[in-house]
């Protein structure tokens, strides 16, 4: 598939990633960051730029990542700015729940590969606008939902599927979350209102 761009990087051809928002999502998850670090150890890619209307948070995810990754970033104030430079080959989408469509669009349009966070939209037409985007400039996006593709999910889910529970009357689950919020405990549901709830947790806790 065509590239936007490789640069030569130490003597390889590393691809450059840019992070659209600094999310809350992004800055308290360093495994993330370690996995980077090893890709621009072998100079295979590295953070170019980081994209955000407010100036402390781009600022701040620019300093997190500096420090974290052990290169300089920059920090940039909107995506029209992130995607007129030429050393942006991907990037993140790490804005809010129902701006993930809308920016998903905007980075494939703009000859972009994404990752773009979960859950991909707050409605079907946002959802079905994005993927014609997808299909339509033939980039490579994924969302957020690893996490069911891991060795333990993919067992959990095999088990489910032969039967060995038995009829399946009930299911509960629990969700624990290091962040601020109604969400963060796994008390009761009832404080929360409408379909706030559903759009909001049922990406994570509905993995399976």
Sequence with gaps: MERVELRCHRGRQTTGSGLVSWGRAIEPSPPWCRRFRTTQRNSTSEFVAVSDIWNRRRDEGAAYIQKQCGSPIASVRNNDELYARKDIDAVIVATADFQHAQHGIEAVQAGRDAYVEKPTAHTMPDARAFLAAVKQTGKIVQVGTQRRSTPSYQKAYEYIQSGKFGDIVMVGDDLERQSAGPLASSGSCASIEG??????????????
């Design 195 to 208: 379909a706030g709830y559903g759009l909001e947790a049922l990406p994570h806790r509905s993995a399976l």
